[in-house]
């Protein structure tokens, strides 16, 4: 593939990989190394995913934690006094600590409780405990870390520091989130973060740069850790770690969950970075189309996939819009190949709760439907991981049939991109060419849209590799 990734691929893929990183692991927390490979041995895929639920607070599948809570606290600050407004983001921490979310860390809730105005209270408390160097400030920051991206090193760094002392008075927990706003920085604009490592630590105070050396050190392994996971310096090391070792996306974020510990944290720092590198496309579906969850204290709004996405995308200097498509005639649910059928957006919305439903465009309101995926394609030639994409979702597909499950892919139109998978489903469940393939569709869904040939390269390249 020639295509490179658009920003806005990545941008989201870091918001969004980093409240999955913390939902997957949420159930795992505190618990022993391998306790995720255990349960699932395998991808799975079908209308059970590793997006569990459960651990000892009860999580719903899905559902994010105090990380993702605390993320969408300096999000939303940030989007809406249009920078760091430190005052105003520590009385966000504030009201949220005050109304009793069922995690919060122990040194995150001491300096919330303390009553001391923001600029103290994480001081006062690092000097009269001698610890602070937790991995709380580190598990929130993605958001700021797409915020001041476009503004360079220096400010990004800079920013990084001065959210982190808001709870950490230790200044290695703001070096750590500094060093993570570099390399989200680079990966944010298609470099490689990895080798940007021995750049950003040339930008950590030199008092605090050799312990960051060592757990960002290419041959550093989670065993050479000399504190517990909720340190920082593990928790990014962690992170840096899995993103060297994975081949992808899933791959990154099954090797931090299987080291054990404080999972949920781990998961959602590795999610933000490994979500930047790879973009949305490479986050599986299964997970990003169930990632939800509320901020306690911020009414009862819930928070899904859409919503991420958007205000990533207002993070990065978008404007913070809502997508409502409006009313369209339906089209379908026609069954067009045994046992998978086709429709548009409103189709599908209306169709019977039973379907498992396959999403290729965006939605509006969430669809009731208990099985929904929605994969991350654009109906242009943008899509630099379509060949991703379209993997992840005929993979699901094929589980979701296994599980005896009418399948119904759609897209707003139901007829360039629903096309692709239909098309793609022949050629590699049946051994069709593409020219059967798409003679086969067009037959039984003369709604059938031809005209985006990168579709039809992609398919070209998956008859190739069967
Ligand atoms: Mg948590």
Known sequence: MTTTMHRSHRVAGALVGSAVGDALG????????????ARFPVPARGVETEMCGGGSLGWEPGEFTDDTQMALLVATSLV???????????????????????????QTRAVLASGLPWDVAAADHSTRTGRAAGNGSLMRTTPAAIRFSRDGTQATMDAARRISALTHGDPSAGEGCAVF????????????????????????????????????????????????????????????????????????????????GDTDTVAAVSGGLAGAVHGM???????SSVVHGKVPGFGDRRWGLADLQQLAAALDGGALQSYDPGVIPRIGPREVLPGIWAGNL???????????????????????????RMAYLADNDLNADVDTVLTDVLDDMAALRADGRRILVHCHGGASRTGLVLRGWLVREEGMSVA??????????????????????ALHRLERSR
């Open 181 to 260: 706003h570099e390399l989200v920085r680079v990966a944010l604009d298609g470099g490689d973060p990895l080798a940007a490592v021995p750049a950003a630590l040339d930008q950590v105070a030199p008092e605090h740069r050799p312990r960051w050396a060592a757990v960002l050190d290419p041959h550093w392994t989670p065993a050479d850790a000399t504190e517990a996971n909720g340190a920082v310096w593990p928790t990014l090391g962690q992170a840096v770690w899995a993103l060297r070792h994975g081949r992808d996306f899933a791959e990154v974020l099954r090797l931090v969950v299987d080291l054990g």
């Open 26 to 37: 949420a159930p795992f927390e505190f618990g022993p190394a391998g306790a995720f490979s």
């Open 281 to 287: 496309g490479g986050i599986p579906m299964r997970w």
């Open 436 to 457: 059967e393939a798409t003679g086969h569709v067009a037959e039984r869904w003369e709604h059938l849209g031809l005209w985006n040939d990168s579709f039809t390269a």
């Open 80 to 106: 809406e006094r249009g920078g760091l407004d430190e005052a105003d983001l520590f009385d966000r921490f504030r009201t949220w600590a005050q109304a009793d979310p069922p995690d919060i860390g122990i």
């Open 346 to 372: 409103d189709g599908a919305r209306y169709s019977e709760a039973d379907f498992a439903v396959i999403s290729l465009c965006r939605l509006g309101d969430p669809f009731p439907h208990e099985v929904h």
